[in-house]
Nanobody, 118 residues
Framework: QVQLVESGGGLVQAGGSLRLSCSASGRTFSSYVMGWFRQAPGKEREFVAS????????NYANSVKGRFTISRDNAKNTVYLQMNSLKPEDTAVYYC???????????WGQGTQVTVSS
């Protein structure tokens, strides 16, 4: 497992942008698939985006395609989520997570709050 710490959340108006960062401990960061999830009040946690460790293959939830971009810098042990054209329905606590290619997400950060005002 790796230890994950998110940052970059905050309050933004609709149409604005934020960039979330997730810093990971450990020397094998590039081996992990990294994902972003979110949980809005009263709702279940949902998948937002993921990126593989080696090929950089990206996957996105339909609700964020074209607006959010996930990226990683393996030299800095960091994964990012660039969020553009934010909507009030993007308001949630955003979590960073990690898994090995053959496993399930088993390392989670503490979460960072994103609030989009209308």
């Amino acid at each position: 497992q790796v230890q994950l710490v998110e940052s970059g959340g905050g309050l933004v108006q609709a149409g604005g942008s934020l960039r979330l960062s997730c810093s990971a401990s450990g020397r094998t960061f590039s081996s992990y698939v990294m994902g972003w999830f979110r949980q809005a009040p009263g709702k279940e946690r949902e998948f937002v985006a993921s990126i593989s460790g080696s090929s950089g293959y990206r996957n996105y939830a339909n609700s964020v395609k074209g607006r959010f971009t996930i990226s990683r810098d393996n030299a800095k042990n960091t994964v990012y989520l660039q969020m553009n054209s934010l909507k009030p329905e993007d308001t949630a606590v955003y979590y960073c997570a990690a898994r090995l290619p053959s496993g399930s997400y088993n390392s989670w950060g503490q979460g960072t709050q994103v609030t989009v005002s209308s």
